[in-house]
Antibody, heavy 121, light 105 residues
């Protein structure tokens, strides 16, 4: 059974940083692109970033380009998202999700339970 | 950015009734439109991909149709476990979601 479990969320001040992790099991991690998606009160569901299977190519939504960095460690079956220069509007539930193939996200299936990020002074 | 607009925002129905949910795209997404279900306290679950293909394990009462800019998710006869929020997503240009339709009893 495919399982994804996020961690690393928490309360952080505006301008601060967090590093989210997503532990994957039940599938050959390096064979799939992986993404981060968030749900916020202001924008609902929003795709943030994707990394292909070997980690060489990454993609970002304009809203987070330059502030967030996605990466993966295939030896540890773990996906990461480094969040910098956080703003109040970044508060929300952050999900990791498995992609369609090694080089394409296309859709999100399945999703982890999410980790909550709160940006507040 | 391709904007997806879902309607209605809320659909009030009873078990056994037919549910028809709409998703309209700001420009053509061909048939690259997907649907997810999210129940309270749970993560979204993929229901339908590429307009009309059911994901693994999804019951036949869920069906999708449409092309271009107008799409429909139909639940033929609502079961108690179907009351949830439904989101559409397009994959033709980046990946964007609609705002959701809540199906409530």
């Amino acid at each position: 059974e495919v399982q994804l479990v996020e961690s690393g969320g928490g309360l952080v001040k505006p301008g601060g940083s967090l590093r989210l992790s997503c532990a994957a099991s039940g599938f050959t991690f390096s064979n799939y692109a992986m993404s981060w998606v968030r749900r916020t009160p202001g924008k609902g569901l929003e795709w943030l970033s994707c990394v292909i299977g070997d980690g060489r190519d990454t993609y970002y939504a304009d809203a987070v380009k330059g502030r967030f960095t996605i990466s993966r460690d295939n030896s540890k079956n773990t996906l990461f998202l480094q969040l910098n220069s956080l703003r109040a509007e970044d508060s929300g539930l952050y999900y990791c999700a498995k992609g369609y193939s090694v080089s394409a996200q296309h859709w999100f299936d399945p999703w982890g339970p999410g980790t909550l990020v709160t940006v507040s002074s | 950015e391709i904007v997806l607009t879902q309607s209605p925002a809320t659909l009030s129905l009873s078990p056994g009734e037919r549910a028809t949910l709409s998703c309209r795209a700001s420009q053509s997404v061909d048939t690259y439109l997907l649907w997810y279900q999210q129940k309270p306290g749970q993560s979204p679950r993929l229901l339908i991909y590429d307009t009309s293909k059911r994901a693994t394990g999804i019951p036949a009462r869920f069906s999708g149709s449409g092309s271009g800019t107008d799409f429909t998710l139909t639940i033929s006869s609502l079961e108690p476990e179907d009351f949830a929020v439904y989101y559409c997503q397009q994959r033709v240009k980046s990946l964007t979601f609609g705002g959701g339709t809540k199906v409530e009893t």
